[in-house]
């Protein structure tokens, strides 16, 4: 049974930067993608980063491309995502999400219903 525990939310101050992990667990398949999603109250579920885990291709939307990276580390089954300049409207419950799909080395997926699973979240707060 697959399983994503992600970690490493916190309140911050505007311009202030957070690292978030996701530790995935029961999760065999190296041909696949991941990503990290954001929910605040009231709004869909965003996508903020993907990665394919083979080709390394990586996406973003505009609202933090050059702000947020994401990563990850196979050794350690970890995904990352790096936020920097971190501003109020990015204020939310932040998902890991993984999907074993193998859809090609380059493929990558900000739609929340490209995946088959999904981590309890992590809160991040961005005070101004």
């Known amino acids: 049974q697959v399983q994503l525990v992600e970690s490493g939310g916190d309140s911050v101050q505007a311009g202030g930067s957070l690292r978030l992990s996701c530790v995935a667990s029961?999760?065999?398949?190296?041909?696949?993608?991941m990503g990290w999603f954001r929910q605040a109250p009231g709004k869909e579920r965003e996508g903020v980063a993907s990665?394919?885990?083979?080709?390394?291709?990586?996406a973003y939307p505009d609202s933090v491309k050059g702000r947020f990276t994401i990563s990850q580390d196979n050794a350690k089954n970890t995904l990352y995502l790096q936020m920097n300049s971190l501003k109020p409207e990015d204020t939310a419950m932040y998902y890991c999400?993984?999907?074993?799909?193998?859809?090609?080395?380059?493929?990558?997926?900000?739609?929340?219903?490209?995946?088959?699973?999904w981590g309890q979240g992590t809160q991040v707060t961005v005070s101004s």
């Open positions: 999400a993984a999907d074993s799909r193998n859809l090609g080395s380059a493929f990558t997926s900000l739609s929340s219903r490209r995946y088959d699973y």
């Open positions: 029961g999760y065999t398949s190296k041909n696949n993608y």
């Open positions: 990665i394919n885990s083979v080709g390394g291709n990586t």
